[in-house]
Each structure stands twice: as C-alpha cells, then as structure tokens.
C-alpha cells in the first residue's frame, strides 16, 4: 500500500507533454516521369498539385512537401514550483522538386525523404 | 466545494511558472548528408554543373532566392540549444504571488547553422558555392553540450 502510495505521490510529482504535427500529405513518387520528356500538364496530372511553385530566370521549380514535427517535454514538480523543465523539439521534412524550362519540360528532379527513414 | 475546487484549479494553474532549472533543444530537418555533399563534389568535379544537377545530388533546396543575375539555392540545418539557470521566489506559489526577484539568473543560448549556398546564373548554370558550417564546431558552448548530450541520451 505504501509502495503504490509512493508511485501515485511520485507521479503527481512529474509533468509530460508530448506534440506532434504532420502537415502535407506523402511526397508523390516520381515513377514514369522522364528528364527531357515529361511536360508540367503531364506531371501536374500524374502528381497533384504541388506545395509550392517558384520562379526561376530559366524556367520553374514546382516543390512537394511533408513537414514532421516532434516536440516533447518533461516537467519535476509542476505544482507549486518547477524544479527542472526539459524540452526538445525536432523537424523532419520530405520533398520533392522538379525542375522545369521555360517551354515546361522537365528538366531536372530532387528528392529528399528525412520522415520515414528516421522512424517519423 | 466550489470553494475548495477553485482553490485546487489555482494551485494546478500555479504549476505554469519557470522552472529553476530549464534545458531547451531544437534540431532542425538535414538539410544535406554527407552522401549528397559527396556526390555533389564528385559532380562538380566532371565539370560545369547545372541546376538540375545540383537538384539531383543536394535534393531540393530550403529555399530559393532570386537575385538579379539568377538565383541562389540554399541548404540549411539548425541546432538550438538553451540552458537557464534562475532562482526567484516568484516561481513559488502557495496562496499569494511572492515578489520576482531574480536571486540568481544564469542563461546560455547557443545556435549554429549549417548553410551551403549554390549560385546560378540566368541559364541555370553553376557559378559557384559558399559553406558556413556551424552546428559541429561550437562543442565549446555548454548550452550546446547540454542539448547534444540530451539529444544523444535521446536516441
């Protein structure tokens, strides 16, 4: 009894928040696309819409994005005054770029998938 | 009741002053790996390089700025880390608010970046990069070894 007093006291003692927030769905695969070929309609039907579009002097760069975020926290003695408070926060991003010219041919592809190769 | 309820509401609200001792740790996406950065490099060195070059060895960019003669590809990662040391009777609260008066008060931020910019011409051709690499070389700063050392225990 005294045991599970003791657990219960210790408990009230200590504070945890954890938060998470996704925004963007998954980042579309690239399959079928091909350099030199593939025109911004095609790509633009087979993908979606993208996250962003930004202009470049020598054609467009259409961008997909998912961004992860982790934060989480611990507090000692959170009544009546906070001994220690800890906290750490982390971000993780997917994204696709793909590159187009001036006529809307894809020229160029980049990719980065930081979410699920780290356990996100 | 009410009484005694609205009573343990102010207690439990009172829980949401500083703490004595605070660590505070961000770290942000990579922006590249060492593997990109190699393959850059070796690209770089078959000759001139172009922007879907770059976009296919670093991956895309944090962000793109547009300069007058082209643009520029930015490659960024972040490390923030905060350690606060602060005593002060005000964070104790029992039935009235005691003064803030900070006995000791001790704070140390440190953030680092890790940049790598790309330069392009009108064309998209490559005209040059600049690296700033800050995120493992301030290891002398304690707020950073506080926050790599949490985040180690972290993993």
Redesign the interface.
């Known amino acids: 009894m005294k045991r599970v007093a003791s657990v219960i006291a210790l408990g009230l003692l200590c504070g945890c928040t954890l938060s998470y927030t996704e925004i963007g769905i998954r980042v579309p695969e690239t399959d079928g696309l091909e350099i030199g070929r593939s025109t911004k309609p095609e790509v633009l039907e087979a993908l979606g819409a993208p996250h962003l579009v930004r202009r470049q002097f020598d054609g467009e760069l259409y961008t997909w994005r998912r961004t992860k975020n982790r934060r989480r926290s611990l507090i000692l003695l959170p009544v009546y005054v906070r001994a220690f408070y800890y906290s750490d926060g982390e971000s993780r991003r997917d994204e696709l770029s793909l590159l187009f010219d001036r006529e809307g041919v894809l020229r160029g592809i980049g990719r980065r998938l930081e979410t699920e190769e780290r356990g996100g | 009741m009410l009484r005694v309820a609205l009573l343990l509401a102010a207690?439990?609200l009172?829980?949401c002053?500083?703490?004595?001792?605070?660590?505070?740790?961000?770290?942000?996406?990579?922006a590249y790996t060492e593997a990109s950065l190699r393959a850059f490099m070796e690209r770089k060195a078959g000759g001139p390089v172009?922007?879907?070059?770059?976009?296919?060895t670093?991956?895309?960019?944090i962000r793109?700025i547009?300069e007058d003669t082209?643009?520029v590809f930015v490659y960024r990662r972040l490390a923030r880390d905060n350690r606060t040391i602060d005593l002060n009777p005000g964070?104790?609260?029992?039935f009235i608010s005691l003064p803030s008066v900070p006995i000791y008060f001790d704070s140390e931020t440190s953030g680092r970046d890790d940049t790598l910019m790309v330069f392009?011409?009108?064309?998209?051709m490559m005209q040059g990069e600049s690296v700033n690499l800050g995120v493992g070389e301030t290891r002398q700063s304690g707020a950073a070894l506080v926050?790599e050392g949490?985040?180690e225990l972290?993993r």
């Open positions: 207690f439990l009172a829980g002053a500083e703490a004595i001792f605070s660590i505070d740790s961000y770290r942000s996406h990579d172009t922007k879907a070059d770059v976009l296919a670093l991956g895309p960019p793109v547009g082209g643009e964070m104790v609260k029992v392009f011409d009108s064309e998209g926050g949490v985040q972290l």
